[in-house]
C-alpha cells in the first residue's frame, strides 16, 4: 500500500512539472526543445495522411450507404458483428426489394396482362442491379474500406500513442535542462568570494557549505539530464519509425483505391448490360399501349372522337399518301430511329385516323414527339407517343419546340 502511495505521489508530481512547463512555454517564459526538422515533416506528412484517410472513408461510407441514420439499426447489428468476428448477414437491396414489389404486383394486376407481364420483367432486371449491387457493397468493403479502418483504428492509434509519449519526453528533458540552469546559477552565487572586512567569520563556513550543497545539486540534475536526453533520443528514434511507415500506408492504400475503381467499373458496366438486356425485352412489346389503348375504347377505326374539331375550325383534310422512296408499301416504322438532334414536341390540333399500320391515330390536345428522317415527304413526320410511333400529317400539328 505504502508502494502505491508513493507511486501516485511520485506520478502526480511529475504530471505538475510537466504541467508548468506546458504553461511556460506557452506563455514564452520557458525555453523549448524543437524537434528535428526531418522528424517534424514526418509528424506533418502523418497528421495530413490522417484527416484525409478519415474523410474519404467517412465520404465512401456516405456514397455505399447515402441515409445512414434510416438504417441506424442495421449499423448497430453490423458493429455487434464485427466485434464478435462473426459474417454480417447479406442483406436485401433496395433494387432487389423494388423488384420484389413489382412481381408481387403483377400477381395482383394478372400476369397474363401487358402492363403485369411487364412488371415480372422489369422486377426480375431490378433484382439483378440489386444483386449487382450487394457485389459491389461487398467488395468496396473488403477492400477498400478496411484497409482504411485499419489504419485509422490501428496504425493511427500507435502513432498517437508513441506521439504523445515522445511529447512527455521532451517536457522531461526540458524541465531538467531549466533545473540544470537554476542550480547552476545557485552554485555560481555560493561561489562568489566574500568580502573580508565586511563578513564574519561564521558566514564563510556558511558559504563554502551552501556552496557545497549546489555543487551536489548540480551533479544531480546533470545526471537526471543526461538520462532524459536519453530517453527522449530513444522514443524520438521510435516515432520517426513509425512514421516513416506512413510511406507503406500510402502505397497500400494506392493498391486499395485502384481495387476499388475496378470494383466501380465492374458494377456499373453490369449495370448498363442488364439495363441494355431489359430494353431488349421490352422491345419485344411495341404494341402494349395500343392493346389498353384499345381496351379503354380508343380504336382505330372510326369514332366519334375521331370527328371531334376545335370550336370555330374544322380538320384539315387527310394528306395525300406519299408516293416517294418511303411510300407506306416499303417504310418500317419499327427500324425508322430517331436523330440524336432535331427532334421536337408538337400539339395536336385535330383527331386523326390511322390510314394503315404506318400511321399513328392521333387524338386532339395531346402531346408528341415529332422528327423527321431524309427523304421524306415535307407534308409527313414521324411521330412518337410512348411506345407507339408512326407518320402523322403535319397539318395535324402545332410545332412546340
Known amino acids: 500500500m505504502d508502494f502505491n502511495v508513493k507511486k501516485l505521489a511520485s ?79 447479406s442483406r436485401t437491396t433496395n433494387a432487389e426489394l423494388l423488384g420484389q414489389y413489382m412481381q408481387d404486383a403483377a400477381k395482383e394486376f394478372g400476369p397474363g396482362t401487358p402492363y403485369g407481364s411487364t412488371l415480372i420483367t422489369v422486377g426480375e432486371f431490378q433484382k439483378r442491379l440489386g444483386g449487382a449491387e ?27 500513442k508513441e506521439r504523445r509519449l515522445l511529447e512527455n519526453r521532451r517536457l522531461d528533458l526540458d524541465v531538467c535542462k531549466a533545473r540544470l540552469k537554476k542550480a547552476k546559477s545557485a552554485e555560481a552565487k555560493a561561489a562568489a568570494a566574500p568580502d573580508f572586512q565586511e563578513t564574519r567569520p561564521r558566514n564563510y563556513v556558511l558559504s563554502a557549505s551552501a556552496s ?11 545526471h537526471e539530464l543526461r538520462v532524459a536526453q536519453t530517453e527522449f533520443d530513444r522514443q524520438a528514434e521510435v516515432t520517426r519509425l513509425l512514421l516513416e511507415g506512413i510511406s507503406s500506408t500510402h502505397v497500400n492504400h494506392l493498391r486499395c483505391l485502384h481495387e476499388f475503381v475496378e470494383a466501380q467499373a465492374a458494377y456499373y458496366i453490369q449495370c448498363h448490360k442488364h439495363m441494355q438486356d431489359l430494353q431488349k425485352e421490352l422491345s419485344r412489346f411495341p404494341n402494349a399501349f395500343a392493346v389498353n389503348a384499345s381496351t379503354s375504347g380508343v380504336s382505330t377505326g372510326p369514332s366519334p372522337l375521331s370527328t371531334a374539331t376545335l370550336p370555330g375550325a374544322s380538320s384539315p383534310s387527310r394528306p395525300p399518301n406519299p408516293s416517294n422512296a418511303l411510300e407506306s ?59 407507339q410511333k408512326g407518320k402523322v400529317p403535319v397539318t395535324y400539328l402545332e410545332l412546340l419546340s
Request: proline share 5%; glycine share 4%.
Open 11 to 89: 506520478d502526480a508530481g511529475v504530471f505538475f512539472t510537466r504541467a508548468v512547463q506546458y504553461t511556460e512555454e506557452k506563455l514564452g517564459q520557458a525555453e523549448k526543445t524543437e524537434l528535428d526538422a526531418h522528424l517534424e515533416n514526418l509528424i506533418a506528412r502523418a497528421d495530413c495522411t490522417k484527416n484525409w484517410t478519415e474523410k474519404i472513408f467517412r465520404q465512401t461510407e456516405v456514397l455505399l450507404q447515402p441515409n445512414p441514420s434510416k438504417n441506424l439499426g442495421a449499423r448497430i447489428e453490423e458493429f455487434f458483428y464485427e466485434k464478435l468476428d462473426r459474417k454480417i448477414p
Open 134 to 160: 450487394r457485389e459491389f457493397l461487398h467488395t468496396s468493403a473488403i477492400n477498400f474500406l478496411t484497409p482504411l479502418r485499419n489504419f485509422l483504428e490501428g496504425d493511427w492509434k500507435t502513432i498517437s
Open 329 to 387: 408499301s416499303t417504310l418500317k416504322i419499327e427500324e425508322v430511329k430517331p436523330p440524336a438532334t432535331g427532334t421536337r414536341k408538337a400539339k395536336v390540333l385535330y383527331d386523326y385516323d390511322a390510314a394503315d399500320t404506318s400511321e399513328l391515330s392521333l387524338l386532339s390536345d395531346e402531346l408528341i414527339t415529332v422528327y423527321t428522317v431524309p427523304g421524306m415527304d415535307p407534308d409527313w413526320l414521324i411521330g412518337e407517343r410512348g411506345n
Open 212 to 222: 557545497a550543497l549546489w555543487s551536489e545539486e548540480v551533479d544531480k540534475a546533470e
